[in-house]
């Protein structure tokens, strides 16, 4: 079941509600924690504004559950630009960021992303 924004915006965009879909960020099959992980929605062309980011930081295991609007309801729904990054001092033997673009369904969603080695 999907939740309309408020606003001027609510016939246009959709947030997922329930809870927020799990993704794994991995480094050669081990989990990478404290990454910082950020779902910015991909505007349409003319469109002034595409949509409030979701974040979320990864746990121990590398398991995430991204926040909006309140504590782990996820991410709207439409393509975003994903970024990750790791402070300086994380001590994961791999790059400290990455950027790529993933699509959010209605519904649950999964994804699994290998951070690239340094």
Known sequence: MLRPLS???AHAL???SGEAAVR???RDGEPVKEANITFSPVGQAGQLEAGKPATGQ???DGYFVLST???YDG???GMHTVHVSLEDTNPAKCKKSKALTLEVKPG???FTIEMDPR
């Open 58 to 60: 990864s746990d121990p």
């Open 7 to 9: 606003g001027e915006d």
């Open 75 to 77: 991410a709207l729904v």
């Open 108 to 110: 649950s969603n999964d």
């Open 14 to 16: 959709h947030c997922i």
């Open 69 to 71: 609007f309140s504590k």
């Open 24 to 26: 794994r960020y991995l």
